[in-house]
């Protein structure tokens, strides 16, 4: 046997078995909880310069985030009603939208990484190569150009069915970010990682950490809680 269809013969039942998984779908389902508790921590050369403290709610792809500390953050709300990004400012009473691609409250998170979790809708899958026993990469592109990154890099531990490392790039091609997901915990009998670490790859100096606790994948909150007219209660 010639060593081109021979490495292709050794190579196919991972190919078939990429084809027969949705990898999209599983890292949907792998990340997606519709109520937890946030403390985001923002750092600067290792020093915390600020945090947060939010309650998470999300409804398929509508979601919407409530910001409990510090004080002077307090009853500031977010929400993506599955068209627009809006904001409440308590201290004005007024409602602002926002784009996707700025910082969340200048973090190194984008308001899509907290407010846009949505791999499907977003990307397709353009690679994925076997990295070990449990790993592969899987390689994304976006699918236009509203989303914040037109190349995604993900490793995924397809034992526990969790992303371990997403690496996100520009459209000429330069990593601008590297998340890692870390402290996996059983929420409902499925794996889900409590512990996301941004690093601003254009900032050496730079990163922001999310821990989620009480994490719940069903929630209890109604359709009308994530529309604009209910952001001001």
């Known amino acids: 046997m010639k060593p081109i269809v021979l490495f292709l013969f050794m190579l196919s039942p991972f ?24 403390r985001m921590e923002v750092y600067k050369d290792n020093k915390e310069m600020k ?4 309650e998470f709610y999300r409804l398929n792809e509508k979601m919407r985030m409530e910001f409990t500390a510090p004080a002077t953050e307090k009853g500031r709300r977010m929400l993506n009603d599955h068209s627009s990004l809006w904001m409440y400012l308590p201290r004005t009473s007024k409602v602002m939208k926002l784009p996707f691609k700025q910082s969340f409250m200048g973090s190194d998170a984008s308001n899509s990484d907290l407010m846009r979790m949505t791999f499907k809708k977003d990307y397709e899958i353009t690679n994925a190569s076997k990295k070990e026993s449990n790993r592969i990469e899987l390689e994304l592109k976006a699918k236009d150009r509203e989303v914040s990154y037109n190349k995604v890099l993900i490793t995924f531990d397809t034992e526990k069915k969790v992303p371990v490392k997403q690496e996100m790039y520009s459209l000429s091609n330069k990593l601008i970010k ?23 790859e254009l900032q050496s100096n730079s990163s922001t950490k999310l821990s989620y606790t009480n994490i719940k994948k069903k929630g209890n909150k109604p359709t009308e809680f994530f529309t604009l007219g209910s952001l001001k209660k």
């Open 15 to 38: 190919l078939n078995h990429y084809k027969e998984v949705d990898y999209l779908e599983l890292l949907d389902k792998s990340i997606y909880c519709e109520q937890a508790n946030i």
């Open 51 to 54: 945090f947060y403290e939010m």
């Open 178 to 200: 590297t998340l890692l997901y870390d402290k996996v915990v059983s929420v409902d009998g499925e794996y889900i990682p409590s512990e996301l670490t941004i690093h601003d």
